[in-house]
């Protein structure tokens, strides 16, 4: 029951992340996360278009601070050790995109939590690992994108699936089309409602850490937008490092619910170190798709 108008104090200090009221039933919550500011971001066209962009860029000085201040807000609001959250809501499982900006984000949370990075090779951003553009001479050309050797040996204890041993994307799959990364990421959707159907209190919650347009695939796919290539009437435009709080109630007769509760939490940021989340740069992934 919500507190009655005479005894809401609007100005008192919560946790932005609990929802009031508390949540009741059979439902998991799932934090998502987009990765701190890459070198791609800050690029003046950071477009697909952009020869000049790196296949799997690291962080910037910026994006460096960003997740080590993730890192600290969520050790501070979201572990088990803090108190400041029911414990199905403290974050027990990291799942995180196998790109090297997703891994670099999730590494100070994870430290700070004591859990591993769990990589799962789905959870790339639309496009793939790919250098060049459609323009360029030689063209697109795709990358294998790091393999799980590299993964375990620049992020050492991040449990990695056999199946990326080669790497997770191939040199002939060039750059993924809109269409092509909309079907990968409802079968992501998939998955997360299977984690949901099995999901009991003592699981805690999961955290993902993806990537600024997959989000927006993603939350079409849960809340049941339906999804168009060209031009976009809404787009969900994710800051990075922004976290993304949803619940989602599993039914196994059907019928599954999808909460957002919050989007784009800051708490952890001043403004100063905000970046990312413009409407432009959605839309030109969206307009321009395939076209690297």
Same mark, same amino acid.
């Given at each position: 029951?919500?507190?009655?108008? @005479?005894?809401?104090?609007?100005?008192?200090?919560?946790?932005?992340?609990?929802?009031?009221?508390?949540?009741?039933?059979?439902?998991?919550?799932?934090?998502?996360?987009?990765?701190?500011?890459?070198?791609?971001?800050?690029?003046?066209?950071?477009?697909?278009?952009?020869?000049?962009?790196?296949?799997?860029?690291?962080?910037?000085?910026?994006?460096?601070?960003?997740?080590?201040?993730?890192?600290?807000?969520?050790? @501070?609001?979201?572990?088990?050790?803090?108190?400041?959250?029911?414990?199905?809501?403290?974050?027990?499982?990291?799942?995180?995109?196998?790109?090297?900006?997703? #891994?670099?984000?999730?590494?100070?949370?994870?430290?700070? /939590?004591?859990?591993?990075?769990?990589?799962?090779?789905?959870?790339?951003?639309?496009?793939?690992?790919?250098?060049?553009?459609?323009?360029?001479?030689?063209?697109?050309?795709?990358?294998?994108?790091?393999?799980?050797?590299?993964?375990?040996?620049?992020?050492?204890?991040?449990?990695?699936?056999?199946?990326?041993?080669?790497?997770?994307?191939?040199?002939?799959?060039?750059?993924?089309?809109?269409?092509?990364?909309?079907?990968?990421?409802?079968?992501?959707?998939?998955? /997360?409602?299977?984690?949901?159907?099995?999901?009991?209190?003592?699981?805690?919650?999961?955290?993902?850490?993806?990537?600024? #347009?997959?989000?927006?695939?993603?939350?079409?796919?849960?809340?049941?937008?339906?999804?168009?290539?060209?031009?976009?009437?809404?787009?969900?435009?994710?800051?990075?490092?922004?976290?993304?709080?949803?619940?989602?109630?599993?039914?196994?007769?059907?019928?599954?619910?999808?909460?957002?509760?919050?989007?784009?939490?800051?708490?952890?940021?001043?403004?100063? #170190?905000?970046?990312?989340?413009?409407?432009?740069?959605?839309?030109?992934?969206? #307009?321009?798709?395939?076209?690297?």
């Amino acid at each position: 029951m919500y507190p009655r108008a @005479d005894t809401f104090h609007p100005h008192e200090k919560c946790n932005p992340l609990t929802p009031t009221p508390p949540s009741t039933g059979r439902s998991m919550r799932l934090y998502i996360v987009r990765h701190a500011q890459s070198a791609n971001n800050a690029l003046d066209t950071p477009s697909l278009q952009n020869s000049g962009r790196s296949a799997d860029p690291s962080l910037t000085a910026k994006g460096f601070q960003q997740a080590e201040a993730l890192g600290r807000f969520v050790g @501070d609001e979201l572990g088990e050790a803090c108190g400041k959250v029911e414990p199905q809501h403290a974050i027990r499982r990291m799942v995180v995109s196998p790109m090297r900006r997703c #891994m670099l984000t999730a590494g100070p949370a994870a430290k700070v /939590l004591g859990i591993p990075i769990e990589v799962k090779g789905d959870l790339f951003e639309h496009g793939g690992c790919f250098e060049g553009a459609r323009d360029d001479s030689g063209g697109v050309v795709g990358c294998t994108g790091l393999t799980k050797s590299q993964l375990e040996s620049e992020f050492p204890g991040c449990v990695v699936p056999d199946e990326l041993v080669g790497g997770w994307w191939t040199r002939q799959q060039g750059c993924e089309t809109v269409p092509q990364a909309q079907e990968r990421i409802r079968a992501v959707a998939a998955w /997360l409602w299977s984690v949901a159907e099995a999901w009991k209190k003592e699981d805690g919650a999961m955290c993902i850490v993806v990537h600024g #347009m997959f989000i927006d695939i993603l939350i079409k796919v849960l809340t049941g937008v339906a999804l168009t290539t060209g031009k976009q009437q809404a787009v969900y435009c994710s800051k990075n490092a922004g976290v993304h709080v949803l619940e989602l109630r599993a039914s196994l007769g059907g019928g599954n619910v999808a909460g957002l509760q919050r989007f784009n939490v800051l708490e952890h940021m001043p403004a100063a #170190m905000q970046t990312g989340g413009s409407v432009e740069g959605l839309d030109d992934c969206y #307009m321009h798709e395939g076209t690297a």
